[in-house]
């Protein structure tokens, strides 16, 4: 049995095109982990996607860094196709409203496979807080040995670390440490890291396995940015150094499709490896 944190990113759970949910893919995403958990492993999930769901949802999302053309009066916002950046608070909000459905979705495809899923919603401050970190580390536990998947994202409501920076990559990282977790697998819209930044160098080598987080690896994170959710390289990079100082192992890859988890939990070379030896 294996204890396994699994994070999805903003992009790898929406549709590029229109920002809404992808629907297909969390049905998969759900027949996987159910299946997964049917063989004895235990499964966390820590899910981005809150504000672009709730966003979308006011009808003011475009895909392409948080700027949006608005299409109505939503959220107080001026005329229509008026190009605008939204503000932490807007985000915030809009973050309260996706979580509704964003849950309401998990929980409704992963009962489908007779699963009962739990949401956790976590800041930063509660994390590095030893009486909450216990609680919440307890709760987890307690959920996982009674076949309960958790489901966790950053309560951005309250909370905007995540929201500016990260996209729950770090979370995701401090999540598996706090429940001494054996993997954490973070989905995403890349293979992996890269020698060089894909997007500028179609010559690009994937990068199979890193040791260790050196200088020139968070060089080269840094020159891979990130789109719907703001995380980029540098952040899963952040999350890969808080993996292999605290002893578990992580993996970079694709999120096309949410069966790689099954080629990953046997062993088979998939995205990029973090950590002292394979698998």
Known sequence: MKKIVIKIGTSTLTHAE????????IQILSRTVADLQNTGNQVVIVTSGAVCVGLTNLNVYDFAGFKSRTRGQNLRQPAQNAKID????QKQAAAA???????????????GYNKLIAQILLTRTALEAELSARHAKNTMNLLLENGIIPIINANDSVDSNEIEFGDNDTLSAQVASLIDADLLVILTDTEGLYNADPHKNPHVMLIPHVSKITSEIKQLASAM?????????ATKILAAEIAISNGFDMIIASGKTPEILYQIMEGEQVGTYFGKKRL
């Open 97 to 111: 409203i996706g979580q509704v459905e964003l849950m309401n979705i998990y929980r409704d495809t992963f009962a």
């Open 225 to 233: 940015p990130g789109d719907a959710g703001k995380g980029g390289m």
């Open 86 to 89: 939204f503000s932490t608070t």
């Open 18 to 25: 229109s920002g809404e949910l992808n629907l297909r893919w």
